[in-house]
């Protein structure tokens, strides 16, 4: 099923939540909505979903405009972030709730949706809690059965709103690897509401970056990690070593010894140089580096950290790099860095 949106806008009262908001998602394709809190991302789902009305805009299915459809003809399934279990009904009769409320000849026998249930149990491994209730199950496990219920009606879609918001890190960490592996399965056109990067990266074939009702990129989890088109996406993927610059003829100055760079395509003017921790390599002192003094060594895991006072442009300033292991840097060292991979926006400018 292939998705398109186009040009949605959507305001609730004087707050816009969407702003001309066009994007393409592919047949089979698990897409990520990410972005943080109020960015509109679950706006756009419920959109999609026929849950909300855009103020402007059309939604299309295959090419076929779907506003005027209701949501149980659009065919779409949900998984939210509380599971939305029926508490009196066992998990074989959550899961098989969607098949039994259906009419005429769409409706299954009672021996296929009991053949399609257990299939779905057995598929998300949880065929041997048929017959228990929503209160017997860790959340890990309620979850497991919201997704099947979404799919027993055999979506076009699959929506997942939040869905391992609500659980602890370990076993949010176990159950999208599941999904991801139970998506190459199944090949049922995904979207992925979540504000959590690291859960967008790990799981969609694409990442959608969302921000104050805007689309700020979209592209794989390796594009939007190494190539982020915007400040804010540079800012809120991963960690960002951040220098106040100078935009001059095509080059931005780094320290007070004259170490310039290119400013990959910023204009003129005032700018921010941005990097990743892992994107400056040890150095020798000399002026084509900058000049740092060790002020912090940390370790944990197989993480490496130096808090690092560089000489910038304009005075000194302070950053977090990576070190490599066999290095033994001490606090108070003087060290050499080179950013090897970086970025430069140009500063927004600031009403009055």
Request: proline residues 4%.
């Given at each position: 099923m292939n998705i398109e949106v186009k040009n949605i806008t959507k305001q609730f009262g004087a707050f816009a939540a969407l702003k001309d908001v066009s994007l393409g998602i592919k047949s089979g394709e698990l897409m990520a909505l990410l972005g943080p809190s109020g960015s509109g991302k679950t706006t756009l789902l419920r959109i999609i979903a026929g849950l909300e009305w855009p103020d402007a805009g059309q939604v299309f299915f295959n090419g076929v405009d779907v506003m005027s459809m209701t949501v149980r003809s659009r065919n779409v399934g949900f998984v939210f972030q509380h599971y939305a279990l029926?508490?009196?009904?066992?998990?074989?009769?959550?899961?098989?709730?969607?098949?039994?409320?259906?009419?005429?000849?769409?409706?299954?026998?009672?021996?296929?949706?009991?053949?399609?249930?257990?299939?779905?149990?057995?598929?998300v491994h949880i065929g041997w809690l048929a017959d228990r209730y929503p209160s017997q199950l860790s959340g890990g496990q309620r979850q497991r059965v919201a997704l099947a219920r979404a799919l027993a009606i055999e979506p076009s879609v699959l929506l997942l709103d939040e869905p391992f918001g609500a659980l602890d890190s370990k076993v949010r960490k176990d159950l999208r690897r599941w999904l991801r592996r139970l998506h190459d399965e199944l090949h049922v056109t995904s979207i992925l509401v979540t504000h959590d990067q690291e859960e967008a990266l790990e799981v969609a074939d694409r990442v959608v970056v969302m921000g104050d009702g805007r689309i700020e990129q979209v592209g794989t989890p390796a594009e939007i990690y190494d190539d982020p088109?915007?400040?804010?996406?540079?800012?809120?993927?991963?960690?960002?070593?951040?220098?106040?610059?100078?935009?001059?003829?095509?080059?931005?100055?780094l320290n007070s010894h004259g170490l310039k760079l290119d400013a990959r395509g910023a204009p003129e003017g005032p700018a921010t140089f941005y990097a990743r921790p892992d994107d400056f390599r040890i150095a020798e002192l000399h002026a084509q580096h900058l000049r740092g003094r060790v002020t912090g060594v940390r370790r944990f895991g197989a993480t490496r950290r130096l808090d690092v006072e560089i000489d910038g442009?304009?005075?000194?300033?302070?950053?977090?790099?990576?070190f490599p292991a066999g290095f033994d840097p001490r606090v108070g060292d003087e060290i050499g860095l080179y950013p090897e991979r970086y970025r430069v926006f140009a500063k927004p400018e600031t009403g009055s």
């Open positions: 029926f508490r009196h009904m066992t998990v074989f009769e959550n899961v098989a709730f969607g098949l039994r409320v259906r009419k005429g000849p769409d409706r299954a026998s009672e021996a296929q949706i009991k053949e399609r249930v257990m299939k779905l149990l057995n598929l088109a915007t400040a804010f996406v540079h800012e809120f993927i991963g960690e960002s070593v951040m220098l106040p610059v100078k935009v001059e003829g095509g080059a931005v100055e442009k304009n005075g000194p300033a302070h950053i977090e790099t990576s």
